[in-house]
């Protein structure tokens, strides 16, 4: 721990101190539940697409970016360039449906298409995937904490997990909103330092290196054979990790929570939208960095493919740069782990406490009782990050490859609920019942690659709850109020205003400014096609 020096420890104890205090500060604005859920609903709409930008990229992606595509060159990045298409469905049908209910937990929809039940499994199912996430994070952030100081990782794993609960159960996500905004700072400008000495330190010149490593086959960012058994192909990324993205924005409470605290819709969509242009760039950079470090040390391997972006640091030796890098890690991590225990004690809360155990509490009760669940689940998603402590691999792929078990269940649940007129709660329950034990038998006795997951489970929920709901329940003739057929009726019977200040507000409509999102994926699969063909 001497090593890390005076200048080091402080910038990494002024960052923490910072995160704590406005915690604090933040906290005497909490006094009712809704308040610790959606802040009172006057969070700007910048300030919440970065806190949605910063809580995806983490600590994973700034470190397990670079990792991956250490070991599996640029085509990394097909995985990534889909976000443009994502975030077009995203605020076109999700949305909508969860900004219009006026509710904290989006799984408030599953009750009101289909019945408790539904709302009871997916919001089970989400706790277990995010749980597992956030332990993956965790783990990361530790992992940092241990090359960089020397303090054991369970020691540190410990230590982030009180950092990032303390100001979170303290002032909700208010509090998570405006943390994020100053780690999203943080950590752009430590990558940027990076990617700056990286170049200076290089042998030959950026051009001379990237025709060695288009020799050696790492920059090739679009691979068109159609190869299931591949992870990183031009296919999976545009076709099966859209998919895979669509259920992170589209239905997962930890992403959506922050957009519900936004004073309108169109604010709730442009905070979506910023994600959608900026994430190409942030995945290119933390991709790019990964290729060069690949040029820098000649494909040496290492014990732990995580800690190459750190390894530089400490050999670039420039004064309070591995305090940034640390306090830049942390930051991304906490970005995430802090979404984590707001949303998740949020979905206990409503769904399960105050739904099942006390519905006649008071605002200031249940405020007192999501706080000690965001205790609660801190303390429980310490054990499978201990767990994960023996993983080599790249984060990021690690944490990839787990929620895609999930998503699939959770992309197909909403699906049926959005288009189709014959899904019922009953065929839900079978669908996703058998969706899971696909995926179970194609990732145990196929050599299919994870992203692939996603749609393989989505498609058989669907099919299976379509055909099990008319064989339990009969044929439907009338599509539900909460599908979006239903929706745009229902408005029209209403004589409801479609538009709120230019923004669409029933669900299918889409915006004017959306079609700038294709039109900015084309550009970047030009742009990436182009890449690959230079040089």
């Known amino acids: ?43 700007p709409w910048w300030a919440i697409g970065v806190s949605v930008i910063a809580t995806y990229v983490s600590a994973l992606s700034f470190l397990g970016g670079p990792s991956w595509a250490y070991t599996d060159g640029f085509s990394v990045i097909a995985l990534h360039a889909n976000y443009p298409i994502v975030i077009f469905v995203v605020i076109t049908l999700f949305l909508p449906f969860f900004y219009n209910s006026g509710v904290a937990s989006i799984y408030d ?32 952030t530790s992992l940092v904490l241990e090359f960089i100081t020397g303090i054991d990782v369970v ?55 990237l025709s060695s490593l288009k020799a050696a086959g790492k920059l090739n960012p679009l691979e068109f054979k159609f190869n299931l058994t591949q992870a ?53 950079l933390f ?63 409503v769904d399960f406490y105050q739904k099942y155990l006390k519905k006649d509490g008071t605002p200031q009760h249940y405020l007192k009782v999501t706080r000690w669940l965001t205790v609660l689940i801190a303390m429980i998603i310490i054990i499978p990050a201990i767990v994960l402590t023996g993983s080599r691999g790249s984060i990021l792929q690690v944490l990839s490859n787990i929620g895609s078990w999930f998503v699939g269940a959770q992309l197909g649940m909403f699906a049926v609920g959005f288009f189709s007129r014959q899904a019922t709660e009953k065929g839900v329950l079978v669908g996703t019942l058998i969706g899971f034990v696909m995926v179970w038998y194609i990732a145990n006795y196929t050599d299919i690659a994870w992203p692939w997951y996603c749609l393989i489970g989505a498609t058989t929920n669907i ?35 479609e538009k709120q200040e230019g923004w669409y507000l029933v669900p299918g409509k889409v915006d004017r400014v959306s079609y700038l999102l294709l039109v900015f994926f084309v550009a970047t699969m030009l742009f990436l096609f182009l890449f690959g063909k230079a040089f």
């Open 155 to 209: 020691h540190a794993i410990v230590i982030v997990t009180v950092i990032a609960l303390v100001y979170t159960a303290l002032g909700g996500i208010t509090a998570v909103i405006w943390t994020d905004v100053a780690q999203a700072g943080i950590l752009l400008i430590g990558a940027l330092i990076i990617l700056f000495a990286l170049i200076d330190r290089m042998p030959e010149s950026i051009g001379s290196t």
């Open 287 to 349: 991709i790019f960095l990964g290729v060069m470090f690949y040029s820098y040390y000649q494909g040496v391997e290492f014990e732990n493919s995580n800690t190459i972006i750190l390894q530089f640091a400490s050999d670039y030796g420039l004064p309070g740069l591995m305090g940034l890098i640390a306090a830049a890690v942390m930051a991304a991590s906490m970005s995430s782990l802090d979404s984590a225990f707001n949303s998740m004690s949020t979905v206990m809360t």
């Open 232 to 284: 990183t192909t031009a296919w999976s990324g545009i076709i099966a990790m859209a998919l895979y993205h669509i259920t992170v924005y589209g239905t997962n409470q930890m992403m959506v929570q922050r957009t519900l605290a936004s004073k309108t819709i169109g604010d709730a969509k442009k905070s979506y939208l910023m994600m959608g242009f900026a994430a190409f760039f942030i995945y290119f």
């Open 463 to 497: 099919a299976i709850t379509i055909v099990a709901s008319v064989l339990i329940d009969g044929v439907k003739k009338e599509y539900s109020p909460y599908t979006i057929r239903g929706q745009i009726r229902k408005f029209a019977e209403e004589g409801r205003e």
């Open 109 to 140: 929809y599953q009750e009101r298409r289909f019945g408790p039940r539904a709302r009871a499994l997916i919001s089970s199912i989400w706790l277990v995937s995010q749980t597992m996430t956030s332990a993956a994070i965790l783990y990361a």
């Open 1 to 43: 721990m001497a090593e890390f020096g005076t200048l080091n420890w402080t910038i990494l104890i002024v960052y923490i101190c910072g995160n704590l205090l406005l915690g604090y500060y933040l906290s005497k604005r909490i006094n009712t539940a809704d308040d610790f859920y959606l802040g009172k609903r006057t969070t």
